[in-house]
């Protein structure tokens, strides 16, 4: 019914890999997504939003939705569900705002305050 991911490695159909997810170590199928491995951690979300701070875990599962956002070794803001697990990978929340490299919450212009208008 599924298919594997292209990136996926082609090692023996039950083959797994050992992933940190909020470190602790999980053990998911090869060529399973990032995004599974949360799931598969039993984590309740793996993010919350930038403004209210609701919990949101992974949905669609294909890319569309970006409720799966996570900090995938160091990155933040991946989508995990279109990342491929790989052996060692580490996985944690996306908790708000993403940081940009010199310390303030990334806010597009849209979204300031200069777009809120009179």
Known sequence: MFRKRPDSPSDSPGATIAVAVEGR??????????AAAVLVAGLPS???TPVGGAERAPYCMMGVCFE???EIDGVPNRQSCMVAAQPGMRIRRQRGRRQTAIGRAAVPAACGPEARGP
């Open 68 to 70: 799966c956002l996570a």
């Open 25 to 34: 170590t999980v053990r998911v199928p090869a060529g399973a997504s990032a």
């Open 46 to 48: 793996i993010r919350d």
